[in-house]
């Protein structure tokens, strides 16, 4: 296998009533080794649940209906949709990480930090000695900025904030130094210094161990200061992937130009927030042309009538758009 990951035709199902419904069609992901890779949309296009899938995580009745998701193991290519309960749990957390969006859900009140940090270590590292484990435990709380590291390790969730239990995922996420860390809106609840210095370590992280990251996020801003790769999603499909510097530069479908625009913190300059107009259509309720054309400002007849298939418009810029794709006049 080249890559680390390789999603294909990942489709994504749920039940309304008696009813299936569609929320992701037909995904295809390369994640290169060593490569930081985003993932951005608005809210409901899929992003989440296509990380969830990865780890066998979608919460029922949503689930994988069609589609492989492949992973180059330390111990072979492996088949990820086709593990068992006990094979996936040894590649969660060890070699593929995940920083959920709500830190809140993932922690567990009634222990407390330094017991939740010691069982994600020895639940891969059995014969590891507790004073080794925490050690460890510390030497990953002064990482993340946890300013008074022995003390919050004593600490049950509850006694701590926001911020604080999202730096202890984020811990909890890189303390195995995972070959994938995929993660969902992981600054999102932080202030922006302490969203810089996590992004910064997160950065290091791939460096130093040569972890792959997926950046989930709404924000291209973020996408432009920490990914080389960028997959733009829109209603539950890819509508544009290019490299970082090439997306920037030549933005080739309506959508990601309207969430350039809508991009406030770039070069540090705050503007009036732009919005693009109209809502991402819900799961289901998907129009037969493109998905985006109730909301494009270049839609023509045939956009409304016909779904454009995601197809180069340079060497390795792919596009979902008749007008990008010498199809229609612009
Ligand atoms: N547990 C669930 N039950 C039913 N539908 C769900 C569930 N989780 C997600 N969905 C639906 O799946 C679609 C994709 O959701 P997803 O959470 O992946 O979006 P997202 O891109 O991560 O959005 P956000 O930026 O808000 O996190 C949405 O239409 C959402 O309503
Ligand atoms: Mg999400």
């Not at 199902?13 to 929320?23: C, D, M, S, W």
């Not at 995580?57 to 330390?74: A, H, M, N, W």
């Not at 600054?187 to 950046?215: G, R, W």
Request: proline share 5%; net charge neutral.
């Amino acid at each position: 296998m080249k890559d680390l990951l390789e999603i294909r035709n990942l489709k994504i199902t749920t039940l309304r009533g008696k009813e299936t419904v569609r929320l992701l069609d037909y995904v295809d992901l390369n994640i290169p080794k060593k490569c930081s890779f985003g993932i951005v949309g608005e809210s409901g296009c899929g992003k989440s649940i296509t990380a969830n899938a990865v780890l066998g995580l979608l919460p029922y009745p949503l689930r994988v209906s069609e589609g492989s998701i492949r992973y180059d193991s330390r111990d072979g290519e492996k088949e990820l949709l086709r593990l068992n309960k006990k094979e996936m749990q040894a590649v969660r957390g060890g070699e593929i990480s995940m920083i959920f969006q709500e830190p809140m859900t993932s922690l567990d009140p009634i222990f407390t930090v330094e017991k939740q940090m010691a069982e994600a270590v020895s639940f891969h590292h059995p014969n590891a000695g507790r004073g080794e484990i925490r050690e460890r435990s510390l030497e990953m709380l002064k990482k993340v900025n946890i300013p008074r590291p022995e003390q919050t390790l004593a600490s049950y969730p509850h006694q701590l904030s926001g911020g604080q239990l999202q730096r202890i995922m984020i811990a909890i996420a890189l303390i195995n130094n995972p070959r994938l860390l995929l993660a969902d809106e992981p600054t999102t609840a932080l202030d922006v210094t302490i969203q810089a210095q996590i992004l910064k370590l997160m950065n290091d992280l791939k460096e130093q161990n040569d972890t792959s990251i997926v950046m989930i996020t709404h924000d291209l801003g973020v996408i432009a200061e920490t990914c080389e790769e960028v997959a733009v999603f829109y209603a539950g499909q890819i509508v544009e992937q290019a490299n970082v510097v090439e997306l920037f530069s030549h933005t080739a479908h309506p959508y990601t130009q309207g969430l350039l625009r809508a991009v406030t913190s770039l070069g540090g300059a705050t503007r009036k927030l732009y919005t693009i107009p109209g809502i991402v259509p819900p799961g289901g309720q998907w129009l037969s042309g493109c998905r985006f054309a109730d909301r494009c400002s270049r839609c023509t007849e045939r956009c409304r009538q016909e779904m454009p298939a995601l197809k180069e418009v340079s060497p390795r810029h792919l596009c979902r758009c008749f007008q990008n794709s010498g199809e229609v006049d612009a």
